[in-house]
């Protein structure tokens, strides 16, 4: 269980050579562990994911796929790229950018077709996450004329449908309502347990010690803050508020106004 | 200030009605869905036969077999189930696009010399309507009307993404298909963006913007929306990319033939060398 899938080197990177994005990131990823990223709005989880798939390279520092140095130049060798493609796969936070076929069966077929995979196999898969994830009826339909919720569940079946050993996720849950929410939970969860590595951006405390044996903490340096055992992390009320992961809540008691931190993880207590 | 708040109003609604108007007859897709004749053809041989079809109608010469042509056009969106008053209402809106500032002056004596029908004088200039400029603008409002009337009926009848797929498989150049794709996709975005755009603007003045300040957001949308487009583009290439594009999409293809198909198809042939050999004259 511990062979090493990614290892992030003191990773720095901006977007045009000026909107630092990320300013030297260390992090490593191994087979079969459920990661989680945290941090507020703009500390570079996207855009960390984003480097993950080699979709972005860094500006500076190193990172390493499967024992490899992911550089941009080894893209261009189809047979590498193809690999690389059906091992990783990433959902974006904005599923209208994930979505750009006419109809949402054309883009679920799209990564399998283009990665070579048979379109029997490719039709079979298609009709058992249609009927995981509830989207059977919307196979026609064109995705830009979807709900968001709706948008989301099909951007998670486009990279389901790849069957790739890492499965990157940006936000799955957010705007998603509570049940959607806990069948896309389950469905990362049952991925994890057939032996998938899982990295996911969030936001949503509820859902994290699900999703996450391990949480990165990215601060507002775009550097990460903290690392270390979810459950350790998500107790530290203090470290969870300075970066802005804690519902504040406000109401009065007896005619006094209090505001305090909300945490859900003393619900979740069995 | 009720006055500025109706002045304001007006501008918001036309512009939101037209997102609506443009989304609804660009973007509807439900006519496709029916179970009528056209719909059920295989679409490989509704692209041929429509572009057969209106070639026909390049080809005729004689008003009468044109009118023929145009009852024709209807009697498919009938079987079709297509709403006749919805369909005329369709082409009709596109034909004095097409038609106005051609077939307009070709009516006049110093485009089309001939025998003059009728004179009349605006401030001072003469204006002669010939008759063969009468009846060769005629001619050419039937064939817009009719041609528009096929070209309706196709993309009616036939889910654009359908159609999209099956220009591929007639080897157009995947970089126009593509283009054509995402033109399309991107002109519903802006629409979205346009509208939400508006929405917001709204729900952040309470509805209350002076006319002047409302153009130069007006402005400043025009600027943004391409900015954003191009950031969408290079968006989506990454998502291609992360699931295994490399330059050339792989398709999908499950179109079949019936014999149905074939009749049209026949049917189309017989109209066709019927135009050539009787309507070029
Ligand atoms: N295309 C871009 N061009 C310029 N700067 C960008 C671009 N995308 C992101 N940034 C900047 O990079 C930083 C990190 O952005 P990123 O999207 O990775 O954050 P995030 O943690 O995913 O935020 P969120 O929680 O809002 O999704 C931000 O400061 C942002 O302003
Ligand atoms: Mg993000």
Sequence with gaps: ?270 | MPNAFRKNNFIERSIKDAVLFFKYSIFSEDKAQERGFLQSLDPRVKLVTFTVLCICVLFVKNIGLLIILYSFSLLLACISRINLGFFLKRTWIFIPLFSLFIALPALFDFITPGESLCVFRIFGLEFVITKPGLSGSVLFVCRVATSVSFVVLLSLTTRNSVLLRVLRIFKVPQVFVMVFGMTYRYIYLFMEIVENTYLGIKSRTGGLIRRNKGQSIVAWNIATLWQRSFKLNEDVYGAMLSRGYNGEPVLLDEFKTSPKDWIWFCLVAVIFTGVIKFGYG
Aim: net charge negative.
């Design chain 1, 1 to 270: 269980m511990d062979e090493s899938i990614f290892k992030v080197v003191n990773a720095h990177f901006s977007y045009l050579n000026r909107f630092s994005a990320l300013c030297g990131i260390d992090m490593e990823v191994r087979k079969g562990e459920k990661i989680a990223i945290l941090g507020a709005n703009g500390s570079g989880k996207s855009t960390l994911l984003q480097l993950l798939d080699a979709l972005l390279f860094p500006n500076k520092g190193d990172i390493f796929a499967f024992g490899r140095q992911l550089l941009e130049a080894d893209f261009n060798d189809p047979e590498f790229c193809r690999k690389f493609r059906s091992k990783v796969g990433l959902v974006f936070q904005n599923p209208d950018i994930q979505l750009f076929c006419p109809t949402v069966k054309e883009d679920i077929y799209f990564g399998p077709l283009q990665l070579g995979i048979e379109k029997n196999e490719a039709g079979k898969r298609i009709e058992k996450i249609a009927g995981d994830l509830g989207i059977g009826g919307l196979l026609d339909r064109a995705p830009h004329q979807l709900s968001v919720g709706e948008k989301r569940k099909v951007a998670i079946a486009t990279v389901l449908v790849i069957e790739p050993e890492i499965i990157l996720l940006d936000e799955p849950t957010a705007g998603l309502d509570p049940q959607t929410s806990r069948r896309i939970i389950d469905i990362i969860i049952e991925a994890n347990e057939h032996g998938r590595t899982i990295v996911t951006a969030t936001h949503d405390l509820h859902v994290v010690e699900e999703i996450a044996d391990r949480v990165y903490i990215l601060n507002r340096e775009k550097q990460v803050a903290k690392s270390g055992p979810a459950q350790e992390l998500l107790s530290d009320t203090e470290l969870l508020r300075e970066h802005n992961l804690t519902h504040m809540h406000k109401h009065r008691h007896n005619g006094q106004t209090h505001i305090h931190p909300h945490q859900h993880l003393d619900h979740h207590q069995h």
